[in-house]
């Protein structure tokens, strides 16, 4: 699987928007992009994934660079309940394991 | 609830004592997988279960570790011979065929004095 890089922490005040990056510089033609998050004292959630486009649900917007090198991961208007860790995970879609590195803790504030 | 549940929740033991832990995923899913993880670290792969067989085991740390899915639903995870290097969360997740999109449970604190 291809080494994401993402920054240790970041912190957003509530009501903006938090922009999450990730770099996967080495990602495959096959590799999709996954963004899972982990609260505090629980399992981890999935949240969006994407191959080139540019996805969006009810949680969060994905922004993939067009040479696929980066994404952003978008909570457009966050809360206090989106303080958590971040994961970016490069993966085939129908793999075995997702890896998980450190991710990005975010901490929003009032 | 409709949600991967794991038993249970903390479980405190002795050095060198066997301990089991339960996941009941999520009904109707066929893969299964269990991760442990240490304070301050991402969630690492131990194995990964398609059905009753272990597709890919190749993240349990050494032979004290074992899991089971004898009817391709509930799993146990086996630690035998516990060491204080084995405290972690141990976190269940299931999906359906495989896919990437996994459901984790709450995970089992496992801590070993």
């Known amino acids: 699987d291809a080494k994401t890089t993402q920054p240790p922490s970041m912190d957003c005040a509530e009501g903006r928007a938090a922009n999450l990056p990730c770099n996967h510089s080495t990602i495959s033609g096959n590799e999709y992009v996954y963004w899972y998050r982990q609260i505090h004292s629980q399992g981890p959630q999935y949240i969006i994934h994407g191959l080139k486009n540019n996805e969006t649900n009810e949680m969060a917007s994905l922004i993939i660079t067009e040479d696929r090198k980066s994404s952003t991961l978008i909570l457009p208007h966050a809360t206090l309940r989106d303080t958590a860790v971040y994961y970016c995970i490069v993966s085939p879609y129908n793999t075995d394991k997702l890896i998980f590195g450190t991710g990005t803790r975010l901490q929003v504030f009032p | 609830g409709a949600g991967v549940s794991q038993t249970p929740s903390n479980k405190v033991t002795e050095k060198g004592k066997y301990v089991e832990l339960r996941c009941d995923p999520i009904s109707g899913h066929t893969a299964l997988y269990w991760y442990r993880q240490s304070l301050g670290q991402g969630p690492e792969f131990l194995i990964y279960f398609q059905g009753t067989g272990a597709a890919d085991d190749s993240g349990l740390p050494n032979d004290r570790f074992f899991a089971v899915r004898p009817e391709g639903s509930v799993s146990t995870l086996k630690i035998q011979r516990t060491e204080r290097g084995d405290s972690a969360v141990y976190l269940c997740?299931?999906?359906?065929?495989?896919?990437?999109?996994?459901?984790f449970g709450e995970g089992s604190w496992l801590t070993v004095v």
């Open positions: 997740a299931s999906s359906p065929s495989g896919r990437n999109t996994i459901y």
